[in-house]
């Protein structure tokens, strides 16, 4: 790599490539490249300059959240509004053993995060983990060629829900029952609140009852599901005297 940006990749075989190109304030792109035998190939990449964001998690004390994740986005034609509490959980759940990136960032021990480049422009930040409820900034600005440090993003715990679950018919507690929840209105379909498609066998207390955990404060559509038995579904909201 020169100092005006030149690059040489010197005897590589005949085939399809991937060039993944980055810098310090460059936002990476990637380029295709085909390569005939005895080919020599000149290509113009033009980046794309961004900012860096740095910030810290916090949790309900006040104190840094150790491998929190952080992710960046820019909405797309007012896609903010996707951005619903089911919605932020599936983006996390599926980063938090990801590598980090540009735009995905995993917390230090003391909570602090770091990252970019990222494209310029006004964005949404979420930060999560699969202990505490989602946290979502709206209206990040990023300008270009500049680090910007955000204010500290607090994540709060959700509450829990435990679910008997009762064949109408006889009166006994039907065992081993599934559950899972959305936001009321969705059409994104039901969400396991446990992070898990069905529930574990932590997801359960001493009376058989089926626990949702860190759930939302906000009204939600239950769904409960038991072998040899029809679907059933209802609505719950928390009553205001428990949120914290």
Not at 56 to 82: C, Q, S
Not at 110 to 135: C, H, Q, R, S
């Amino acid at each position: 790599k020169g100092v005006q940006g030149h690059f040489f990749l010197n005897d590589l075989p005949p085939g399809h490539f991937q060039l993944a190109v980055f810098s310090q304030w460059g936002v990476p792109t990637m380029e295709s490249l085909e390569l005939l035998p005895g080919e020599h190939q000149k290509l113009d990449i033009n980046l794309i300059t961004g900012g860096q964001l740095t910030g810290r998690v916090v949790g309900p004390d006040g104190n840094g959240v150790a491998n929190a994740t952080v992710l960046f986005r820019i909405p797309e034609n007012n896609f903010a509004n996707a951005f619903s509490q089911r919605r932020v959980r599936q983006i996390l759940e599926a980063s938090y053993s990801s590598d980090a990136r540009n735009d995905l960032a995993h917390c230090d021990e003391n909570g602090d995060f770091k990252m970019g480049p990222i494209p310029v422009g006004t964005g949404v930040v979420a930060a999560g983990t699969p202990e505490l409820l989602p946290a979502i900034v709206e209206g990040v600005l990023i300008d270009g060629g500049q680090s910007q440090s955000m204010p500290d993003i607090q994540l709060l715990t959700g509450h829990q829900v435990a679910i008997r679950v009762i064949d109408i018919g006889n009166g006994e507690v039907i065992s081993r029952p599934r559950a899972g929840w959305s936001e009321v209105g969705s059409e994104l379909g039901i969400f396991s609140a446990t992070t898990k498609q069905y529930n574990g066998e932590d997801d359960y207390d001493a009376e058989g009852r089926v626990l949702l955990r860190n759930l939302p404060f906000e009204k939600l559509a239950i769904k409960v599901e038991a072998e040899g038995y029809a679907p059933k579904e209802t609505e719950y909201l928390m009553p205001a005297e428990n949120w914290n």
